[in-house]
């Protein structure tokens, strides 16, 4: 019976509202927040064609003068070396341009020479013919431009850290952890959509009477209910995970470096399932107490917003119930943290059990009460 309610919850979620939901929304976080980040900040530094050697770079504000030094110079080593740096993604390349493209460089780096710049918008512009010449994506374009500049100016410093992180980390487990962080968010709140109306919306259907009198057991109705909705859940988790593992298998088939296959698996189950498992046990216990999924939503609404506060964890944490590690470090960087990190989902994942527990009582208990007023009405009317 419990194998049947399990199948049956998940059968059910499938053709749900809120499983789209929740798929459009962990996507499109994936994609906007953290390949987003990836395709801003880039995976591994490349080395510029162009370093800035002021004294003062690190307190310094990027200027229009900075964009023209640096456009001016790097296309003179693209139009010498007959490459330049691309963004593929996630990843970062320096492809060969064809001799049209070479002639351009050539006839923009001489325009250049004997153009005055007066606001940012003409040097965007003037960029922008330089960047769909050379087929667009390039660190001429107006996304990338800026970003191109900052690397430049720190690429010393990045690649020690990057170099780092392979060795201690081999960049998947680094960027595990920001996946992690990033999915936690989106997927905390949304699985409430999901989970908040499991084990009310029978009043809909008029259902109360078969599900309160039947025969099988309080714990394996509910059981099996959250064993379907966190699967669905975990399902979901998975996609995107194996997604972005493929997307970081390309990345190392481009460089050369290493990766670990397991990492963001890892990640999505150590962080990320202890949290779906507390959302969920504690989207059945509000309900059930105020007999409505709107409250748990609202509940776990403001209990996200809170949860939200600190990027990085510092000590367990014991109230806040996902993970937030927005920043990419070397593991021993990260080794202060694990202990936390680690009792933080213990933690939860007993909190997700003693209330999923509670859950059970309560809906026997409701049973118990439905079943009773159905024995006393049939009295009465015989």
Request: aromatic share 16%; charged share 20%.
């Amino acid at each position: 019976m419990l194998r049947k309610i399990f199948l049956k919850q998940i059968k059910e979620q499938t053709k749900s509202l809120s499983v789209l939901i929740l798929i459009v929304a962990i996507f499109l976080f994936y994609y906007t927040q953290f390949i987003g980040d990836i395709k801003r900040d880039g995976i591994k530094p490349m080395p510029p064609r162009f370093k800035y050697n002021t004294v003062d770079e690190t307190i310094r504000g990027v200027t229009l003068e900075d964009h023209i030094e640096y456009a001016y110079n790097t296309m003179k080593a693209d139009y010498n070396s007959g490459d330049t740096l691309r963004i593929k993604g996630i990843n970062m390349l320096y492809e060969k341009i064809n001799e049209e493209q070479r002639k351009f460089l050539e006839e923009a780096i001489k325009e250049m020479e004997d153009i005055s710049f007066q606001t940012i918008d003409e040097y965007y512009e003037f960029i922008y013919r330089v960047d769909k010449a050379l087929g667009g994506n390039t660190v001429y374009s107006n996304e990338n431009n800026f970003s191109s500049i900052i690397r430049s100016r720190y690429y010393d410093e990045e690649i020690e850290i990057y170099n780092a992180i392979l060795k201690e980390d081999k960049i998947t487990n680094a960027y595990g952890r920001l996946f992690a962080d990033y999915i936690g968010i989106a997927i905390s709140f949304f699985t409430v959509f999901v989970t908040a109306f499991t084990l009310t919306k029978d009043k809909r259907y008029n259902c109360n009477e078969l599900i309160y009198t039947t025969s099988v057991p309080s714990y394996k109705y509910v059981l099996g209910k959250y064993l379907g909705d966190i699967t669905i859940t975990i399902l979901i988790l998975f996609l995107v995970t194996g997604h972005v593992t493929w997307l970081f298998h390309r990345f190392s088939k481009l460089t050369g470096d290493t990766i670990s296959y397991g990492g963001f698996f890892k990640y999505s189950i150590v962080w990320i399932i202890p949290t779906i498992m507390f959302v969920t046990s504690l989207s059945y216990v509000i309900q059930l107490v105020f007999n409505n999924g709107i409250v748990s939503i609202i509940a776990q609404f403001f209990y996200w917003l809170y949860s939200m506060k600190n990027l990085l964890p510092q000590g367990i944490q014991p109230t806040k119930y996902f993970i937030r590690f927005n920043t990419i470090i070397p593991h021993s960087e990260f080794q202060p943290f694990v202990k936390g990190i680690s009792l933080n989902r213990i933690l939860f994942t007993i909190f997700s059990l003693v209330l999923l527990f509670l859950a059970i009582k309560l809906w026997d208990r409701k049973r118990g009460e439905m079943s009773n007023g159905f024995k006393i009405r049939e009295k009465d009317i015989l």
